[in-house]
């Protein structure tokens, strides 16, 4: 049996490569219907066809690692500020 996720995307998958707030799994008609209605976060995507026609089609930038990673919480002692 396939996948409930098989053939959707990402909604909006950006350019850059960094994650969204709110992103959506789109099937491709659903994609191409946002693109015809001008939604708001189709200008800065991967699938979005006006880039694609100009730039060929173009694949994220991966993030670098050292930019995403969020450094372990240090905890003070009971009465102790941290530095």
């Known amino acids: 049996m396939a996948s409930p996720d ?3 995307q990402m909604c909006p998958t950006r350019l850059d490569g960094h994650s969204v707030l709110f992103a959506h799994k789109v099937s ?3 994609c191409q219907d946002r693109q015809r209605g ?3 976060k189709c200008w800065t995507c991967v ?3 006006a ?4 730039n060929g089609h173009v694949l ?3 993030v670098a690692l050292a930019a995403t990673a969020v450094a372990p919480l240090e905890r003070a002692a009971p009465g ?4």
Do not use: D, I, M, V
């Open 6 to 8: 098989f053939g959707l």
């Open 28 to 30: 491709p008609a659903q």
């Open 38 to 40: 001008h939604y708001h």
């Open 47 to 49: 699938h979005n066809n």
């Open 51 to 54: 880039l694609a026609k100009t």
């Open 60 to 62: 994220p930038k991966p």
């Open 80 to 83: 102790r500020a941290l530095a």
